[in-house]
């Protein structure tokens, strides 16, 4: 197969750990046959100090003449005084909305290595593997009017919305996962209470005619927020709302017990997706050589799974990931029992030994 992939490594620890995920990438892609043209593009802050703009109409371009996007992070204290306009994370929410990427995937999934690093009990988090799938361009965060009103601005107003094509095309997406999954979704709504939430509840249930392999559940936001922490292995699926969506993939990150380790996937309806590390640039560790580059490299397994239906070599990097970990192999933020702390490069290099002799 043959893949034109935009690579925007970002400020801070993201040109760090996108290197590893490059050179994870091409050994993969390498050992499998497989044909890569990256082209690079400037977002955030390093784009506002070379183009003046954290999102040049270059690096859109160079994005949509491309099959994915690998995105490293942006952000940093240079430009926290900056005007909104020429604020790193309007790079960000710009690139998702040009690019119509409104599904937002994040998968938290147990490592044996890592259980104890965990605020969860052992047993509880073992065999967690979920994903929750966030509305990403809709809902309470985008509803309009969202303002202050009344004679002296003491009144507020906030507006969930969201068109029936809006929840048709989150839903869908959900079930395409959970079918590719252990065929488990559990939309989560407030349907007990929201307008909004009645028909997604409806046309989750119309939707899953369509599907009808995968076992459906309806849930309330609160009780799956208590759910999350009770009992985490019973979910598959999860999909929401935008806020809800929100909270509940922060809620959930801290089940794994690593911030480093979590990627995620933002997709529309077709194959390109944009992928990224969970984790900002992290100013206080940038350039140390001391950043976890496996959020990142998990990311990039992601793009191969899902922009490329690659899962043989998504696998491969997801076990490789897993073969370091166990070996006992770390960075300085993880706590792995008896680890060896490593750099972002050597432990770039563990991973692709065992890529390299697995095959
Ligand atoms: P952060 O995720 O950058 O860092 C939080 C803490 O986790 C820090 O102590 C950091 O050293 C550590 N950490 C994060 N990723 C790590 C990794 N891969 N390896 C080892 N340690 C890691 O979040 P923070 O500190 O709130 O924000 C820093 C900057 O990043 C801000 O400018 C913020 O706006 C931006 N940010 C960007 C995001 C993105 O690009 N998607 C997401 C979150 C924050
Ligand atoms: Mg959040």
Request: glycine share 8%.
């Amino acid at each position: 197969m043959k893949m034109k992939l935009a690579v925007l490594p970002g400020d801070g620890i993201g040109p760090e750990v996108m290197d590893a995920a490059i050179r994870v990438l091409k050994t993969v892609l390498d050992n499998y046959g497989h044909e890569a043209v990256f082209e690079n593009a400037l977002i955030g802050g390093a784009a506002i100090d070379e183009a003046g703009t954290p999102l040049p109409e270059e690096t859109l371009d160079i994005c949509r003449r491309s099959d994915a996007i690998l995105l490293g992070a942006v952000g940093g204290p240079k430009w926290d005084h900056n005007p909104a306009s020429l604020r790193p994370e309007k790079g960000l929410l710009g690139i998702r909305k040009e690019m119509g990427l409104f599904a937002n995937l994040r998968p938290v999934k147990a490592y044996a290595p890592l259980l104890n690093a965990s605020p969860l009990k052992r047993e509880r988090v073992e065999n967690v593997d979920l994903v929750i799938v966030r509305e990403l361009t809709g809902g309470l965060y985008f509803g309009r009017p969202s303002e202050r009103r009344g004679p002296d601005g003491n009144e507020v107003i906030d507006t969930l919305a969201y068109t029936r094509e809006e929840i048709e095309r989150i839903i869908e997406k959900a079930f395409q996962l959970a079918q590719i999954r252990r065929k488990k979704l559990a939309s989560v709504d407030k349907a007990n209470v929201l307008e909004s939430s009645r028909m997604w509840r409806e046309i989750a249930e119309e939707t899953a005619k369509k599907y009808p392999d995968v076992e459906v559940s309806h849930m309330l936001v609160d009780s799956t927020s208590m759910q999350l922490i009770a009992n985490p292995g019973q979910f598959d699926v999860i999909v929401t709302e935008n806020m809800f969506g929100d909270i509940l993939s922060d809620e959930a990150s801290v089940i794994t017990g690593s911030l480093g380790m979590l990627p995620s996937a933002s997709l529309r309806s077709d194959r390109f997706g944009m992928y990224e590390p969970v984790h900002g640039s992290a100013p206080d560790i940038a350039g140390q050589g001391k950043a976890n580059p496996l959020g990142m490299v998990l990311s990039a397994a992601l793009m191969l799974r899902y922009s490329f239906g690659l899962e043989k070599e998504a696998a491969a990097i997801e076990k490789a990931v897993d073969d370091v970990l166990q070996d006992g192999y770390c960075t300085g933020d993880l706590q792995v029992k008896n680890g060896k702390v490593v750099s972002t490069h050597e432990l770039t290099d563990k991973l692709i030994e065992k890529l390299n002799n697995s095959e």
